[in-house]
């Protein structure tokens, strides 16, 4: 540990102050009300994944979990382990402690004190995850870069994403994060009980089934000269089928050639969004920027704003973040998420 910590002193990414104190509990584990299942965990040891940014072998069944980057200590949370250390939430904390309400909320479910948190404002802090001293990093929803993964690796068997950054659907974030921990078929398990949550609240609102809709990413109010969205390759846009919505041609079409998460289109070429029925997107807390966008000569043209079949997120609260569905925030913001959308498509003629 002494050698890796001096190799990292010379890494790229944030040297901050030291973490917070662990978590007093056993390492990688539950405490109080559900422990981490066990069944056939162990066996499935030692295992070998292979990802985007190379091929990780996991040698016996980790104690010690650590996650970086967005989300990835949901799936462990979810299934009853409790991360030595995980990134703190820097979107949607509208209390400030680190952590967005679902996972505040299973953290004290569990029982178990908060774990280290890693301030990822300026990158991974990789000494923070070393002083954890993890048995495994849990990445499967990331942007790690290769020299990322290669320095995480030293610390720690790391699984990465399986084809392209902040790509990973929320059901292939639980399979490898559950798998990695020896939990492959509770991972399963919870992928059916999400579905079941959605396919219920989904199924009260018939007004969503078929309608197209894209996601507008961030929209600065001073400059509506282009706008930016989030392909078919993102999770956002992907979660939309999950209820009953599709992905539009033009979005689908921008999407071909390319690993990119989103684009952006001049407002010259908006009249390609033609073809979407909702839109929606970040910029709720912002009052004038729907009336700036409607008022717009060009983007006023979107029929989905012409019409208003619009619904802008809340920036600062947990509902805008849980727009980018995972593990734990799927059933807790559901109702209200779909809710919203659905009375977008009731403008739809």
């Not at 579905?195 to 609240?201: A, F, L």
């Not at 400059?223 to 992905?247: C, M, N, Q, W």
Request: hydrophobic share 40%; aromatic share 6%.
């Amino acid at each position: 540990m002494a050698a890796v910590l001096l190799g990292l002193a010379g890494c790229g990414g944030s040297t901050g102050a030291a973490p917070e104190t662990k978590a007093e509990t056993t390492p990688g584990t539950a405490t109080g009300a559900t422990a981490a299942p066990t069944t056939g965990g162990a066996a499935a040891f030692p295992m070998t994944i292979k990802h985007a940014l190379g091929t990780t072998t996991i040698d016996k069944k980790p104690e010690r979990v650590a996650t970086v980057n967005w989300a990835n200590h949901e799936a462990p949370l979810a299934l009853g382990v409790v991360p030595v250390g995980m990134a703190a939430a820097n979107f949607g904390d509208d209390n400030g402690d680190g952590l967005l309400p679902w996972v505040e909320e299973r953290l004290k479910e569990l029982k178990a004190p908060k774990p280290v948190l890693f301030d990822e404002t300026d990158g991974i802090d990789f000494e923070a995850v070393a002083d954890t001293q993890p048995d495994v990093i849990l990445a499967a929803y990331s942007g790690l870069t290769q020299q990322d993964y290669d320095t995480l690796s030293q610390i720690a068997p790391t699984v990465a994403y399986p084809e392209a950054a902040w790509s990973t659907p929320w059901r292939e974030i639980i399979r490898l994060n559950s798998k990695a921990i020896g939990l492959a078929a509770e991972g399963e398990k919870l992928i059916g009980d999400i579905e079941g949550d959605i396919k219920t609240v989904v199924a009260k609102y018939p007004q969503l089934q078929g309608k197209s809709i894209m996601f507008m990413t961030h929209v600065d109010p001073n400059d509506v000269s282009e706008i930016g969205f989030y392909t078919a390759h993102d999770t956002r846009t992907l979660f939309f089928e999950d209820l009953g919505l599709k992905i539009p041609g033009s979005i689908a079409e921008a999407s071909k050639g390319t690993e990119k998460f989103a684009l952006t289109r001049s407002a010259e070429q908006i009249d390609v969004f033609d073809d979407v029925d909702i839109i929606t997107g970040y910029g709720g807390d912002n009052a004038d920027l729907l009336n700036k966008i409607r008022k717009d000569p060009l983007l006023s043209k979107i029929p989905a704003i012409k019409r208003g079949s619009v619904y802008l997120l809340p920036d600062s609260k947990p509902l805008g973040t849980a727009a980018n569905p995972t593990p734990l925030s799927i059933s807790w913001v559901l109702e209200d998420y779909v809710k919203a959308l659905a009375e977008a498509a009731d403008k739809v003629k």
